[in-house]
């Protein structure tokens, strides 16, 4: 079955970084795309970015810019780069990966920012 395992949250300085990290079982990264969603506290779950089977990108404007999603088909795994962390980004992040007929999601990794 698939299997999406985050990892790499924690506690990130305002102005720092963080690198997650999914490591995917089951998953055909030359199907569908492959993306990063987040929720915070008293918040709905929102997009943060994605990845397509050919590499195109997209990212929510709060992030654009600070954000970058990657992957590594060798590794079936993939990445979201955090850079210029701000605490609007405290959250639970969640990879996911969209095949157009089924949504599969991780559970989910915890990133707080603060001082």
């Known amino acids: 079955q698939v299997q999406l395992v985050e990892s790499g949250g924690g506690l990130g300085q305002p102005g720092g970084s963080l690198r997650l990290s999914c490591a995917a079982s089951?998953?055909?990264?030359?199907?569908?795309?492959m993306g990063w969603y987040r929720q915070a506290p008293g918040k709905e779950r929102e997009l943060v970015a994605t990845i397509t089977s050919d590499g195109r990108t997209n990212y929510a404007d709060s992030v654009k810019d600070r954000f970058t999603i990657s992957k590594d088909n060798a590794k079936n795994t993939v990445y979201l780069q955090m850079n210029s962390l701000n605490p609007e980004a405290t959250a639970v992040y969640y990879c996911?990966?969209?095949?157009?007929?089924?949504?599969?999601w991780g559970q989910g990794t915890q990133v707080t920012v603060s001082s």
């Open positions: 996911t990966w969209k095949t157009g007929w089924n949504d599969y």
């Open positions: 089951r998953v055909r990264f030359s199907l569908g795309a």
